[in-house]
């Protein structure tokens, strides 16, 4: 075990995790658990950024822990656990927001997209049209949380989304400064983005990333979707002029994305769909269907298979079951997150 890489990564309990979720992050994870000791978060803290119901929120963590399991996180093989169940996150974190400068949470994106977000639609405990300043200070700085959560267990690799590629890089460099300010103490951890499926878009604008906190239900599939919702989705998605059934990015990005899931749900290379369907245009669909007819109602039946295949896997785990597994996951993460604490804290000269 001890020559083997740590992994670790997380989901927030907030939203709908969809296939995005699963295709672009976790796929990768029951891949590196086989060779590596992984660590899984569920990062609640992380949630809280924005206003969530409590107990809502309660059922969200159980329910995240859940989709771990039944898409084959194995707690035999992986520690699987609640971040606010270990108080050494929060408390690193205040130590590296000393560390990191307004400089470095003013360059992060996702902050301003999320406020934007906010300001066009609102979100829960906010208001349409709601300004930058008035939004929570731990959602501008939920990246130095973020970077205490990979820190903590002395991470070698971080399987995340490419969304999440800039809050890595920032947790890299507060680490390369810390070690610079009180000599070494953090490992620097490497990203590690999934090269196919690594930014699933959504089936209503291909043109931004499938939100499990998406305004229309149409924008993604979440995973607890009924497989005959999922399927009709699907059949909604929108597509792009012409009829070839082609993966390019610039001139078909809506069809390119269909195939990226296509591929990755069927387990099946791209070239190999495109050349299934080559020629397969409107004189082969059914008129009530339109001209990516054959291709969708293929898709549709991929995407209804692998929901009822894995809702059948999450409908067996209790509750409880998921309890006792965060509970005991929280107890062996809490050994490796207290000692990393404990050696950063004698660093700066409280300890």
């Given at each position: 075990m001890f020559n083997k890489k740590t992994v670790f990564s997380g989901v927030q309990p907030s939203g709908n995790l969809h296939i995005g979720n699963y295709l672009g992050a976790i796929a990768q994870w029951v891949e590196m658990q086989e060779k590596n000791q992984c660590i899984f978060c569920v990062v609640d803290y992380h949630a809280i950024t924005v206003k969530q119901d409590p107990e809502i929120l309660k059922k969200k963590i159980i329910e995240v822990a859940k989709i771990y399991l039944a898409l084959g996180i194995d707690p035999k093989k992986s520690i699987?656990?609640?971040?606010?169940?270990?108080?050494?996150?929060?408390?690193?974190?205040?130590?590296?927001?000393?560390?990191?400068?307004?400089?470095?949470?003013?360059?992060?994106?996702?902050?301003?997209?999320?406020?934007?977000c906010i300001a066009r639609e609102g979100a829960l405990g906010h208001k349409a049209g709601e300004k930058e300043e008035n939004v929570s200070v731990g959602l501008f700085d939920y990246p130095v949380l973020m970077a205490s959560d990979i820190l903590l267990y002395n991470t070698d690799a971080v399987p995340v989304g490419d969304d999440q590629s800039q809050h890595v890089e920032l947790c890299r460099e507060l680490a390369r400064r810390f070690n610079s300010q009180f000599g070494e103490t953090f490992k620097i951890p490497e990203l590690r983005i999934k090269k196919e499926g690594a930014r699933i878009m959504g089936l209503d604008d291909p043109a931004k990333k499938m939100s499990k906190s998406a305004q229309s239900e149409y924008n993604y599939i979440a995973l607890t979707d009924k497989p005959e919702l999922a399927a009709k989705k699907i059949m909604k998605a929108v597509t792009d002029s012409g009829s070839e059934i082609k993966y390019d990015l610039k001139n078909k990005p809506a069809i390119a994305n269909l195939l990226t899931?296509?591929?990755?749900?069927?387990?099946?290379?791209?070239?190999?769909?495109?050349?299934?369907?080559?020629?397969?245009?409107?004189?082969?669909?059914?008129?009530?269907?339109?001209?990516?007819g054959d291709f969708k109602k293929d898709l549709a039946e991929v995407v209804k298979q692998f929901l009822t295949d894995f809702q059948a896997k999450y409908n067996k785990i209790s509750d409880k079951e998921v309890r006792k597994i965060l509970d005991e996951g929280a107890k062996k993460a809490r050994i490796i997150a207290e000692e990393t604490l404990e050696r950063a804290k004698k660093k700066i000269g409280v300890n």
């Open positions: 699987i656990f609640q971040q606010s169940s270990i108080s050494a996150h929060t408390e690193l974190a205040w130590i590296l927001n000393c560390v990191a400068r307004i400089s470095d949470l003013n360059k992060m994106t996702q902050f301003k997209d999320k406020v934007n899931i296509y591929s990755l749900l069927a387990d099946q290379p791209i070239k190999k769909l495109e050349d299934k369907y080559k020629g397969r245009g409107p004189a082969f669909a059914e008129a009530s269907v339109g001209k990516y």
